[in-house]
């Protein structure tokens, strides 16, 4: 799997407003002035770490508790190159929504499969790739030939998800160690994400 063109979108905002719940008064000139506290200085300036700190508690509690919503509002868009085996498992997440892909039935036509297909048995490669031979010399039942090639077939497609999605996903496919090799690169690339540590 690569992940690649990852961008993360309104952090600080959400971490301000994880604070709503308990707010009296809405000031939007304070909203916008701790935002850019947060973007500019996170790491140093106590004015602002009161909003770091309440953000972290709140996104460790139990998912259904409902105190960590706020991570709903952390957007993550990537493009993820992956096989038709992991593309079928991630589709269960109702919150991972993919966007624009390649289509398999374009591609499958002219790719080199020995490239494509990542990790299948040398024959399944020969024989797909016979298949794929006939088709294109002869117009064969584009059914067959589509339905032949491999889960292993890497596609690419642009996603978009939030911290509280992949909360989920981390702890359900990367944490127990899936057996799917490339549920750990999924898993790395998350650890990577701005306050991942501290939010997933």
Sequence with gaps: MQITNTRVYDAEEAIVASGFPMLTDFSSSDFDYHCGALRAFYNDSPTVKHHADRAEKLA?????????????LIVVNANFTAPIKWWS?????????????????????????????????PRIIEAITAIQRDYNANKTDFNTFIRSIPVGLELTCRCSTNYLQLRTMYAQRCAIKHRLDDWQDFGKWVEALPFSKEFI
Excluded: E
């Design 89 to 121: 498992q991630s589709m269960r997440y109702s919150h991972f929504y993919l966007g624009s892909s390649q289509s398999c039935m374009h591609r499958a036509k002219n790719m080199n499969m020995l490239d494509a297909v990542k990790g299948a048995d």
């Design 60 to 72: 460790n509690t139990p998912s259904n508790a409902g105190h960590c919503s706020f991570l709903k």
